[in-house]
């Protein structure tokens, strides 16, 4: 009975909001997003490199044969 007693004075004292802070868990949350998203974003720099493209003509060299050509109607 006397924890009942413990948690109604708990209960009943008044909480200054001045003085709530997230603390040493809120700290260490904060930690392991931060060290998980530089991993990540380590292991996208190097999946990236790896990607292998050929790069097509600049969109100006793309236009030049066409205008060249004949149209695409005549064969």
């Known amino acids: 009975m006397s924890g009942m007693n413990a948690a109604l004075v708990l209960a009943d004292a008044e909480i200054s909001t001045d003085t709530i802070t997230p603390g040493v868990l809120g700290f260490i949350v904060v930690a392991l997003v931060g060290f998980a998203l530089y991993l ?36």
């Open 40 to 75: 990540l974003m380590k292991n996208m720099r190097k999946q990236l490199g790896s990607v292998d493209f050929d790069e097509g003509p600049a969109p100006a060299e793309a236009a030049e044969p066409a205008a060249k050509g004949s149209p695409a109607g005549d064969s």
